[in-house]
């Protein structure tokens, strides 16, 4: 016991995701930190935002955020403050420039490429000619039934 | 006799499973040969070496659960992983709650699979059996080469020490103790998938009876990606201290795109069985829903991605299984390259029917595993091909991936009570009007309600109830509307389907309310102190040192009230791990139907009082509740008397008739 409480105090205790004494007074400015620092990357953590974090880094990253805030810039300039001085790392939300217009576009293009190999096999569904009657031959709907039949 | 068996166990274990490992290549080998030259005797090699197989495999894993059990410590993952002091639930996950043990319980579960399918794979043309357990047994071989060679569990320690260092205290919780074998059950199930492709493939034939075959195992597999994600979910919400459910985390995406791509496979296989179409768009389906689970193990194995969970990663390790990937990916992708030409489609329906919604919905599940997949790995292409080191984050995956999710939402319920062939969109909303009219009645309600929020809240409503009700519709229609009574004798499947659909709406509701119209409170409280969240009053009571079994606590002692009548007393802990050196929070959760109240302690003040954190959480249960429906619609399905996987196995006895022996 004496040694677990010896270790106990060794042990740094974690501190915690936005303190109380981090919390700005007016509501609408910390409304606003809160919903900039959720887009922040905690550059020590793995995928974590500074806002939910507990590191001490974080949470100098979220002093910093409510400085400026504080100081009158706009979120906007808050984030390109931040991100001119740690990189584009700590965005969670990329920007659409330069090669990451890829990853925005991906999904789309995706979609507009699958829907028009869907709408075109459908076409050629609808036009195709039913190949030996409708869907099964009959030596094959008498095994499905056959089949159908062991399994009941 | 405690002395002498014990090490002999562990021998033995690692016996079994280089054993296992050669029973596994004479299953690959043998039955491929005997199918090929038409040869019977060689093709019935499959089954007894799949059982055999599977033996030894659960010898070689009862032989590490059984270190862990008796805290061997001889052993050096036992050393690792474990504690004297661990509670025994806590022995016995930690067997998988680390690399090599989690490899095995992987290894475990495959071989499963593959005896399942000998034992329930009566009814197959034997050249097909052949052919899956072959192909099953080939994955066997890859993972077992991979174990014995970079990730040995039997791995002795020249001087044992007193004690293990403990497993991740993260790691020891009941949510996350069952976790794993679920996700792993989901993952290997699509193994299953993959082989009947394959098999297919080589057989060149894809007909009605494969979709029936196949189905199956790619809905057990559904179904246990569901529960284990689901347990995974939950687990992040109440352990990790601020009740996030999902974070986009790498390797939560590497569970969700194989479960994506299953929910797609599920639904194109009923076409292929219907209506013989979609053939060779299913057979690709089932070889790349088993990719992404190779892809997932990847990237949880090599860390190449760092998250939250990755524990155990070496770069040797993530080459050997960007091997096997490329292996079965490849030659899998090949074989359908060469082959598929020889699937043609042999339904024929309209641009609108059951057909054609199916489609949609495989490009939307598709699709939007593809916007997971891309924003998951692009961190790393951006890296190699643009030298630009930038994150992807929940922000990105809310904004690309909802869309679709709204999408599959808003035509789920038509598209389910469209008929084949032929279909008029009219005919089939007449039905759905009330569903249709009741969801937007409810949505309007709450947005006027709302002032000043975001539409989040009142569109998930909106589908959550459109689902909903418009899988109730469906069942009702079912019945030929003539009455409740014989709502019980539909078939099971048509009762799964509803289930799983409503399962779907009520999910989608919890997720859009939680991210909606949750409300979060942080203030210093000092003991004795009462003090108003959301309508609530909170008391904390006392603050008080609690020693646990193999932590100490300090636990909070919180009373919550309502109208000035006590709720419900709250236990919020901060514990803390001496041997692991770790610290965990365990939130103390007030469970409502509507709301849960979230409470959370953090550090003592200068000034003497308590960090505390308290969230209302609205509509939190309905994510899991919806979970466990869409799993309990799986079951419900795969319980029916058409589909079950067992019914082969009772007339394995009497050959099937009319199947050509090609």
Known sequence: ?152 | MGFIPKPMITELGHFALVLAFLVAIVQTVVPLVGAHKRWPGWMAVAEPAANAQFLLVAFSFAALTWAFVTSDFSLRLVVLNSHSAKPMIYKISGVWGNHEGSMLLWVLILALFGAMAAWFGGNLPPTLRARVLAIQASISVAFFAFILFTSNPFLRLAVPPFDGQDLNPLLQDPGLAFHPPFLYLGYVGLSMAFSFAVAALIEGRVDAAWGRWVRPWTLAAWVFLTIGIALGSWWAYYELGWGGFWFWDPVENASFMPWLLAAALLHSAIVVEKREALKSWTILLAILAFGFSLIGTFIVRSGVLTSVHAFANDPERGVFILMILGFFMGGALMLYAARAGVMEAKGVFSMVSRESALVANNILLAVSCFVVFIGTIWPLVAEMFFDRKLSVGPPFFNLAFTPFMVALGLILPLGSMMPWKRARVGRVFRPLIPAFVVAVALGALVWAMQTGRSALGPVGLFLGAWLVFGAMTDLYKRTGGSGLSRLWRLPRADWGKAVAHSGLGVTMFGVAGLMAWQQEDIRVVQIGETFEVAGFEMTLDDVQRVQGPNYISTMGFVTLAQDGSEIAQLRPEKRVYPVAQMPTTEAAIDYRLLRDVYVVIGDQQENGGWTIRTFLKPLANWIWAGSALMALGGFLSLSDRRYRVAAGARKQAAPVQGVPAE
């Open chain 1, 1 to 152: 016991m004496k040694r677990l409480i010896l270790i106990l105090t060794l042990l740094a205790s974690p501190v915690w995701a936005v303190q109380p004494d981090e919390v700005l007074d007016d509501p609408i400015l910390e409304e606003r930190a809160r919903e900039v620092s959720a887009g922040l990357r905690c550059l020590v953590c793995r995928n974590e935002s500074i806002d939910e974090s507990n590191a001490g880094l974080a949470r100098d990253m979220r002093l910093l955020v409510r400085e400026r805030l504080v100081a009158g810039d706009t979120n906007e300039e808050v984030v390109d403050f931040v991100v001119e001085r740690y990189g584009e790392y700590v965005l969670l939300k990329p920007t659409t420039g330069g090669s990451n217009w890829l990853l925005w576009g991906a999904g789309p293009a995706m979609l507009l490429i699958a829907g028009g190999i869907g709408v075109a096999y459908t076409r050629n569904r609808a036009k195709a000619q039913p190949a030996g009657g409708e869907g099964l031959s009959a030596a094959e709907e008498a095994r499905l039934k056959e089949l159908m039949k062991d399994q009941g």
